[in-house]
């Protein structure tokens, strides 16, 4: 994953510093490159994880008991580090779990947390691929 990054972000680097004198089709050529690999690159299968299914089924699952992690902040590995930890956390207690919502930055000054402002997950991360991940597991 990291070295297809790295890859792609040399190949981004070659195409709008190297390979042609024209800004504009620098930015084109990188777009359309960006769009050829986005439907591969970023369609992971949902995982299906035996050891997740080996938690849930040790659980003894509690239907009034849900978590709510509302105070996740800082940079996207951070967060979803906080965000997989509740989700361990609820597992291991029987709770449920509601969609988390994220504490977001201040746009002029990245140091500076908005706390009163949070944001679904969406913002960063497929919600959707989660749940089904968690599901399938």
Same mark, same amino acid.
């Given at each position: 994953?990291?070295?297809?990054?790295?890859?792609?972000? #040399?190949?981004?680097?070659?195409?709008?510093?190297?390979? %042609?004198?024209?800004?504009?089709?620098?930015?084109?050529?990188?777009?359309?490159? $960006?769009?050829?690999?986005?439907?591969?690159?970023?369609?992971?299968?949902?995982?299906?994880? %035996?050891?997740?299914?080996?938690?849930?089924?040790?659980?003894?699952?509690?239907?009034? $008991? &849900?978590?709510?992690?509302?105070?996740?902040?800082?940079?996207?590995?951070?967060?979803?580090?906080?965000?997989?930890?509740? &989700?361990?956390?609820?597992? %291991?207690?029987?709770?449920? $779990? %509601? &969609?988390?919502?994220? &504490?977001?930055?201040?746009? #002029?000054?990245?140091?500076? @947390?908005?706390?009163?402002?949070?944001?679904?997950?969406?913002?960063?991360?497929?919600?959707?691929?989660?749940?089904?991940? @968690?599901?399938?597991?």
């Amino acid at each position: 994953y990291i070295v297809s990054l790295f890859a792609i972000f #040399n190949y981004l680097l070659f195409t709008l510093f190297v390979h %042609s004198p024209d800004p504009a089709q620098h930015l084109q050529h990188a777009l359309h490159f $960006l769009n050829t690999i986005a439907d591969d690159f970023f369609n992971y299968r949902s995982l299906d994880s %035996s050891e997740f299914r080996r938690a849930c089924g040790r659980t003894e699952w509690n239907d009034s $008991l &849900v978590f709510t992690c509302d105070n996740s902040n800082g940079g996207v590995g951070h967060i979803s580090t906080s965000i997989l930890n509740c &989700v361990r956390y609820a597992i %291991s207690t029987g709770a449920g $779990l %509601s &969609v988390p919502r994220i &504490v977001i930055r201040d746009a #002029n000054n990245m140091i500076k @947390l908005q706390t009163e402002n949070r944001v679904k997950m969406d913002c960063l991360f497929d919600v959707q691929h989660l749940a089904q991940s @968690l599901n399938i597991s």
